[in-house]
């Protein structure tokens, strides 16, 4: 009996040749101008760059919100590229996680109803779900928010409950776009620190974009895009 070849997985997270651009007049407008990236698993990376230069653009297509026009993005080997829909959208609730400038949660539902969403939509019970929303929410500091709706919680207490959700399916990969960017210095400063607690205590890929240079100059790893470009 001979033993079946088993491909490489490939690296954990991959960027070949990524070009997003936009139908403009009679041309096309270039967003993202090729770019290579390659993420390792339980790596910590900040992005920084002027407006426009294409940080939303490649954290969407990296964390598969957005597709590329040209070029292939590889989770362990797997070309996300080329999967359905659902396939995609199955894989990124079950592996990745995401935090934006605004905290984007449900305005009639309370932060645990909030954090509970993505377990239901995953299939988990709905006691199981609320008792895991529960644990999050707890270890977040916010035992006593549990039942507050958004309009009831602070700026810093929102954005905590965005984090919660974000990581309550365990992610592999949490991404981040201007994560503290709404928020004063006392807040941003305590958002980031958790970011770094998270991807210590849970082993998380950490990719964050962000204006606050003494946040990006934080990370082990430090990208700077440029007009569509990784300089
Ligand atoms: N749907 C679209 N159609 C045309 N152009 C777009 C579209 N979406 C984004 N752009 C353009 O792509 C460029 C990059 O946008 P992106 O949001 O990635 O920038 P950014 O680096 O995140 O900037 P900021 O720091 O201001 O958030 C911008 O010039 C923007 O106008
Ligand atoms: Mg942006």
Redo the contacts with the bound molecule.
């Keep these: 009996m001979s033993n079946p070849v088993i491909p490489p997985l490939g690296p954990f997270l991959a960027a070949k040749g990524i070009v997003k651009s936009?139908p403009?007049g009679s041309g096309r407008?270039e967003?993202l101008k090729g770019v290579d990236l390659t993420i390792e698993k339980g790596e910590a990376l900040s992005i920084v760059?002027?407006?426009?230069?294409?940080?939303?653009?490649?954290l969407h297509i990296l964390g598969t919100l957005d597709k590329p026009t040209l070029g292939k993005v590889f989770h362990r080997g797997v070309d996300l590229t080329k999967m359905s829909d659902d396939q995609l959208a199955n894989h990124r609730n079950a592996t990745m996680g995401f935090v934006f400038q605004f905290h984007h949660l449900l305005a009639e539902f309370t932060a645990l109803e909030n954090v509970a969403m993505p377990l239901r939509i995953g299939g988990t019970a709905p006691l199981e779900a609320m008792r895991k929303a529960e644990e999050k929410l707890v270890g977040l500091g916010l035992k006593d928010r549990l039942h507050h709706t958004p309009s009831q919680l602070s700026g810093g207490e929102q954005q905590r409950v965005a984090i919660a959700r974000a990581i309550v399916r365990g992610p592999e990969i949490l991404f981040a776009?201007?994560p503290t960017g709404n928020l004063d210095s006392g807040n941003a400063a305590r958002i980031q620190e958790l970011f770094f607690d998270l991807q210590k205590s849970m082993g998380l890929t950490l990719v964050v974009?962000t204006?606050d240079t003494a946040f990006a100059s934080r990370f082990p790893r430090r990208l700077s895009?440029r007009d569509?470009q990784i300089v």
């Design positions: 936009y403009m407008l967003i760059g002027s407006s426009g230069a294409g940080k939303s653009t490649l776009d201007e974009v204006h895009m569509g």
